[in-house]
């Protein structure tokens, strides 16, 4: 059986190492005995390899330990050589709670308990000009930590570059002209207030930079080039807090992957994406357009987050671990799109409702072509949903409509969490599979005695999912010619609801039905 640790690997890595981090932010600091610290006095304890003069402190040879900062106002200069950090030892540089406190050209290496340089609750300090390699984390900042600068570092061979985030998030923090490359995660920078990321080089990472700013913070100039995944979205407005908005975010098109500009809007309103860029988010938006465009080598391809009444027409996304990634977003339309050889074609997950995704062509995925996650109320119609591992998977999800798709040669065409094995099971989500029309399955064998096109026996996915009148020939989907920003007309679908009035004369019956056409129209782009 198909694994549900397999059908977002990445991104599940990417949950799991948050979790890590954010647990590791609690604990209480366990120092190595061996550990070197620069007393409260500002005597030096633990290594005669570092020397004095005033408030400087300077290594004369490399040191082999960690170092924990227990005193304010000084400045800590490597000189050019190395801390070696014992990796149980967790830290290379502790600089909690600390105030004013320089670091600089300092190699720290080796620091795989936890950072080469933690700042938890730090202010007025200053990283800069390190070198940070082989590290689980290379600089770790978390807390209340305010009014630091960390800049001109080279981050390179860490799990993760830099990792910057908060539930109580600090102020007026600067992370500028780093180079950070070679990593497995780049560059996470999220929560903190008026911070200013700017100038760095995030490349060669497998995943490059991810934002999730707060209010007032800017972005500009950032370059990620060669990363597995460029770029991704944080949703900070639904993990700040119901009912609070992030505003005065400037994460400006001077910021490129692979030199396409990204667009990452929060609270814009009734606008359209321009063209040319590689990635689109949209937080706390509404009424946004996003069409023409061909998006991807990013963690998601579109990304919504807490966005209502936008459509996202006529695209080409690939090469993501999302191609359209919906959060807590609601009453948006995914339509005409070509999404094919991503993990994930289109993901919905914390309760988004009452968005429709049709006319699409959703093909080898090689996870998943629809993801449904703690999602209710969609309609899912007229999709042609073929060559991915798992057609569509459900999740914790209330009923969605799914009916009039092509399901075509997926390994598997349904899944859902409850058919994973846990020691405790988990519901099985529950959608409507049809409306007096099912969906076409490629694996249906059935026969249609009548030749009205309907077999003559369920399609069965389990007791409460059944395809009551499976189609016996794929559903005409109209062929999406794909063209970056056409001068001329696009594919646009309608919904036109009608009662149809059917006399059956043979046997003197009177049937009202009612039914939902959807018809093709063009519109000018002009």
Known sequence: MFKVGKIALGFILLLLFYSVIVSLSEIERVEASGAIRIRADGNIDGTDKIQRVGDVYTFIDDVSGSIVVERDNLVLDGAGHVLLVDGDLGVGVDLRDRSNVTVKNLTIKGALGRCGILLINAVNCKIIGNNIIDSFVGIEMTGTSSRNRIAENRIKNNSVGMEIYSVNPGFDNIISNNEVAYNSFGMQIRDFIRTEVIGNNISFNVYGLGLGLGSGSIAKNNVMNNNTYGFRAFNIQRESGLGISIVNVDVDTSNTVNGKPIIYWVNQHGKTVPAGVCYVALIGCTGITVKNLDLGGNVEGVFLGSTTNST??????????FGVNIDSSSNNTISGNIIT??????????ESFGNIIQGNYITANTATGIYLADSSDNKIVWNHVADNKIGIY??????NI???????????????????????PLPISKSVWDDGEGNYWSDYNGTDADGDGIGDTPYMMGEDNID?????????IPEILFEENPSDNITEWTSLDVTLLVTAALIGLVTILSATIYIRKKRSLT
């Open 394 to 399: 459900t999740e914790y999800c209330g009923t």
């Open 312 to 321: 996202i027409i006529n695209n080409r996304i690939s090469k993501c671990l």
């Open 402 to 424: 799914i009916h009039h798709n092509n399901f075509i040669n997926n390994t598997k065409q349904w899944d859902d969490i409850g058919f994973t094995p846990w020691p405790i």
């Open 341 to 350: 050889e991503n993990e994930n074609g289109i993901h919905l997950r914390w």
């Open 468 to 476: 009551h009148y499976p189609l016996m020939n794929p559903i005409g």
